[in-house]
Protein backbone atom coordinates (compact mmCIF):
# COMPACT_ATOMS: atom_id res chain seq x y z
CA UNK A 1 0.00 0.00 0.00
CA UNK A 2 1.11 3.42 -0.82
CA UNK A 3 2.28 5.50 2.60
CA UNK A 4 4.46 7.98 4.34
CA UNK A 5 5.86 6.67 7.88
CA UNK A 6 7.25 8.95 10.03
CA UNK A 7 8.78 6.05 12.92
CA UNK A 8 9.91 8.48 15.43
CA UNK A 9 6.61 9.73 17.16
CA UNK A 10 8.68 11.91 19.59
CA UNK A 11 12.09 12.77 19.92
CA UNK A 12 13.69 15.16 22.42
CA UNK A 13 17.28 16.51 22.05
CA UNK A 14 19.09 19.49 23.75
CA UNK A 15 19.77 22.95 22.64
CA UNK A 16 22.24 23.22 20.38
CA UNK A 17 22.93 19.35 19.56
CA UNK A 18 21.89 18.11 15.51
CA UNK A 19 18.84 16.92 14.66
CA UNK A 20 17.70 14.35 12.19
CA UNK A 21 13.75 13.38 11.45
CA UNK A 22 13.36 10.58 9.54
CA UNK A 23 10.94 9.67 7.04
CA UNK A 24 10.04 6.91 4.58
CA UNK A 25 7.97 6.79 1.85
CA UNK A 26 5.95 3.58 -0.24
CA UNK A 27 5.16 4.39 -3.57
CA UNK A 28 5.71 2.48 -7.09
CA UNK A 29 7.54 6.09 -7.95
CA UNK A 30 9.44 8.53 -6.35
CA UNK A 31 6.19 11.09 -5.12
CA UNK A 32 6.87 15.18 -4.84
CA UNK A 33 8.56 15.29 -0.96
CA UNK A 34 8.07 17.82 1.90
CA UNK A 35 8.63 18.65 5.11
CA UNK A 36 6.62 21.41 7.51
CA UNK A 37 6.71 22.70 10.72
CA UNK A 38 3.72 23.39 13.00
CA UNK A 39 3.53 25.14 16.08
CA UNK A 40 0.84 24.62 18.59
CA UNK A 41 -2.42 25.57 17.10
CA UNK A 42 -1.13 27.24 14.37
CA UNK A 43 -1.02 26.19 10.76
CA UNK A 44 1.76 24.17 8.69
CA UNK A 45 4.59 25.76 7.26
CA UNK A 46 6.86 24.27 4.20
CA UNK A 47 10.43 24.20 5.12
CA UNK A 48 11.59 22.54 2.26
CA UNK A 49 10.60 20.04 -0.96
CA UNK A 50 12.48 17.85 -3.36
CA UNK A 51 11.31 17.46 -7.11
CA UNK A 52 14.38 15.95 -8.80
CA UNK A 53 17.95 16.97 -9.37
CA UNK A 54 20.23 17.36 -6.30
CA UNK A 55 19.30 14.84 -3.24
CA UNK A 56 20.53 17.62 -0.54
CA UNK A 57 17.56 20.21 -0.25
CA UNK A 58 18.33 23.12 1.88
CA UNK A 59 14.88 24.84 3.54
CA UNK A 60 14.43 27.36 5.77
CA UNK A 61 15.38 28.16 8.94
CA UNK A 62 18.60 26.27 8.52
CA UNK A 63 16.80 23.12 7.79
CA UNK A 64 18.10 20.45 5.11
CA UNK A 65 16.85 17.07 4.19
CA UNK A 66 18.61 14.12 1.81
CA UNK A 67 16.79 12.38 -0.90
CA UNK A 68 17.87 8.50 -0.72
CA UNK A 69 16.00 6.87 -3.89
CA UNK A 70 17.96 3.25 -2.24
CA UNK A 71 16.46 3.62 0.89
CA UNK A 72 13.06 5.59 0.25
CA UNK A 73 14.05 8.27 2.67
CA UNK A 74 14.04 11.68 2.95
CA UNK A 75 15.55 12.50 6.72
CA UNK A 76 15.31 15.79 7.80
CA UNK A 77 18.20 17.67 9.01
CA UNK A 78 19.46 20.60 11.52
CA UNK A 79 23.32 20.94 12.96
CA UNK A 80 22.24 22.94 15.74
CA UNK A 81 18.96 23.09 17.02
CA UNK A 82 17.62 25.71 18.89
CA UNK A 83 14.14 26.12 21.25
CA UNK A 84 12.42 27.68 18.96
CA UNK A 85 12.44 24.40 17.03
CA UNK A 86 9.79 22.53 19.33
CA UNK A 87 7.02 21.89 17.47
CA UNK A 88 5.61 19.14 15.42
CA UNK A 89 7.32 18.39 12.19
CA UNK A 90 5.05 16.33 9.17
CA UNK A 91 7.25 14.67 6.17
CA UNK A 92 4.56 14.90 3.37
CA UNK A 93 4.22 13.20 -0.43
CA UNK A 94 2.36 14.42 -3.99
CA UNK A 95 2.15 10.79 -5.17
CA UNK A 96 2.91 10.76 -9.06
CA UNK A 97 -0.22 9.58 -10.94
CA UNK A 98 -4.18 10.62 -10.92
CA UNK A 99 -4.51 11.19 -7.07
CA UNK A 100 -2.13 14.02 -6.86
CA UNK A 101 -3.10 15.48 -3.30
CA UNK A 102 -0.57 15.84 -0.61
CA UNK A 103 -0.48 13.36 2.61
CA UNK A 104 0.93 13.14 5.38
CA UNK A 105 2.81 11.35 7.74
CA UNK A 106 1.87 10.38 11.11
CA UNK A 107 3.92 13.59 12.72
CA UNK A 108 7.12 13.75 14.93
CA UNK A 109 6.70 15.66 17.93
CA UNK A 110 10.35 17.78 18.61
CA UNK A 111 11.10 18.85 22.12
CA UNK A 112 13.82 20.83 22.73
CA UNK A 113 15.64 20.92 26.52
CA UNK A 114 17.44 23.95 27.72
CA UNK B 1 0.38 38.64 -0.64
CA UNK B 2 2.46 34.85 -0.28
CA UNK B 3 -0.39 33.94 2.72
CA UNK B 4 -4.09 32.05 3.04
CA UNK B 5 -5.97 34.17 5.94
CA UNK B 6 -8.56 32.41 7.64
CA UNK B 7 -11.71 33.30 9.36
CA UNK B 8 -12.60 33.39 12.08
CA UNK B 9 -9.95 31.76 14.37
CA UNK B 10 -11.48 30.65 17.23
CA UNK B 11 -15.52 29.64 16.80
CA UNK B 12 -17.67 27.94 19.26
CA UNK B 13 -20.95 26.45 17.90
CA UNK B 14 -23.97 24.35 19.08
CA UNK B 15 -24.99 21.68 17.77
CA UNK B 16 -28.22 23.19 15.91
CA UNK B 17 -26.16 26.54 14.89
CA UNK B 18 -25.25 27.26 11.65
CA UNK B 19 -22.01 29.13 10.77
CA UNK B 20 -19.59 29.13 7.98
CA UNK B 21 -15.49 29.19 8.24
CA UNK B 22 -14.10 31.42 4.98
CA UNK B 23 -10.38 31.07 4.03
CA UNK B 24 -8.82 34.19 1.33
CA UNK B 25 -5.72 33.79 -0.79
CA UNK B 26 -4.31 36.12 -3.21
CA UNK B 27 -1.68 34.54 -4.70
CA UNK B 28 -3.58 33.20 -8.27
CA UNK B 29 -3.54 30.07 -6.76
CA UNK B 30 -6.11 27.53 -8.75
CA UNK B 31 -6.02 24.99 -6.25
CA UNK B 32 -7.59 25.19 -2.58
CA UNK B 33 -8.16 22.54 -0.23
CA UNK B 34 -9.86 21.73 3.51
CA UNK B 35 -8.55 19.75 6.07
CA UNK B 36 -9.60 18.50 9.12
CA UNK B 37 -7.16 18.20 12.04
CA UNK B 38 -7.47 16.69 15.34
CA UNK B 39 -5.76 17.13 17.97
CA UNK B 40 -2.00 14.88 17.81
CA UNK B 41 -2.85 13.62 14.28
CA UNK B 42 -1.73 14.77 10.95
CA UNK B 43 -4.02 16.80 8.44
CA UNK B 44 -6.88 14.75 6.58
CA UNK B 45 -8.05 15.74 3.12
CA UNK B 46 -11.38 16.89 2.93
CA UNK B 47 -12.37 18.72 -0.14
CA UNK B 48 -10.62 19.77 -3.07
CA UNK B 49 -11.57 22.60 -5.23
CA UNK B 50 -9.96 23.05 -8.62
CA UNK B 51 -10.19 26.13 -10.74
CA UNK B 52 -13.63 26.53 -8.28
CA UNK B 53 -14.95 23.82 -9.24
CA UNK B 54 -15.22 20.50 -6.70
CA UNK B 55 -13.25 18.02 -7.82
CA UNK B 56 -12.46 15.69 -4.41
CA UNK B 57 -14.40 14.82 -1.66
CA UNK B 58 -13.63 12.67 0.67
CA UNK B 59 -16.49 10.75 2.16
CA UNK B 60 -17.50 13.91 4.30
CA UNK B 61 -20.62 14.14 6.32
CA UNK B 62 -23.39 16.51 4.35
CA UNK B 63 -23.30 18.44 7.87
CA UNK B 64 -20.01 20.43 5.99
CA UNK B 65 -20.84 21.79 2.74
CA UNK B 66 -18.00 23.57 0.76
CA UNK B 67 -18.17 26.39 -1.47
CA UNK B 68 -15.64 28.43 -4.07
CA UNK B 69 -17.45 31.66 -5.00
CA UNK B 70 -14.82 33.13 -6.63
CA UNK B 71 -10.95 31.95 -7.24
CA UNK B 72 -9.48 33.87 -4.17
CA UNK B 73 -12.06 32.42 -1.85
CA UNK B 74 -13.54 28.90 0.26
CA UNK B 75 -16.05 28.42 2.91
CA UNK B 76 -17.18 25.74 4.50
CA UNK B 77 -20.86 26.01 5.57
CA UNK B 78 -21.24 23.94 8.92
CA UNK B 79 -24.87 22.37 9.86
CA UNK B 80 -25.89 20.41 12.93
CA UNK B 81 -22.29 19.64 13.47
CA UNK B 82 -21.45 16.95 16.50
CA UNK B 83 -18.87 17.42 19.60
CA UNK B 84 -16.44 15.09 17.59
CA UNK B 85 -16.56 17.26 14.29
CA UNK B 86 -14.42 19.93 17.22
CA UNK B 87 -11.26 20.35 15.25
CA UNK B 88 -8.62 22.59 13.89
CA UNK B 89 -9.65 23.16 10.13
CA UNK B 90 -7.06 24.09 7.61
CA UNK B 91 -7.31 26.26 4.28
CA UNK B 92 -4.58 25.40 1.93
CA UNK B 93 -4.01 26.65 -1.77
CA UNK B 94 -1.44 25.41 -4.36
CA UNK B 95 -0.61 26.61 -7.49
CA UNK B 96 -2.71 23.74 -9.42
CA UNK B 97 -4.32 20.53 -8.51
CA UNK B 98 -0.84 18.64 -9.31
CA UNK B 99 0.54 20.20 -6.28
CA UNK B 100 4.18 20.07 -7.23
CA UNK B 101 5.18 23.42 -5.74
CA UNK B 102 3.73 22.27 -2.54
CA UNK B 103 0.31 23.82 -0.62
CA UNK B 104 0.57 27.17 1.41
CA UNK B 105 -2.03 26.43 4.72
CA UNK B 106 -3.78 29.15 6.63
CA UNK B 107 -3.19 29.22 10.32
CA UNK B 108 -6.18 27.57 11.19
CA UNK B 109 -9.78 27.98 13.09
CA UNK B 110 -10.35 26.19 16.07
CA UNK B 111 -13.57 24.77 16.12
CA UNK B 112 -15.26 23.82 19.16
CA UNK B 113 -18.77 22.10 19.08
CA UNK B 114 -21.06 21.86 22.24
Known amino acids: AQSVTQPDIHITVSEGASLELRCNYS??????LFWYVQSPGQGLQLLLK??????LVQGIKGFEAEFKRSQSSFNLRKPSVHWSDAAEYFC????????????FGSGTQLTVLP | DTEVTQTPKHLVMGMTNKKSLKCEQH?????MYWYKQKAKKPPELMFV???????INESVPSRFSPECPNSSLLNLHLHALQPEDSALYLCASSQDSQGAYGYTFGSGTRLTVV
Open chain 2, 49 to 55: YSYEKLS
Open chain 1, 50 to 55: YFSGDT
Open chain 2, 27 to 31: MGHRA
Open chain 1, 92 to 103: AVVPSGSARQLT
Open chain 1, 27 to 32: YGATPY
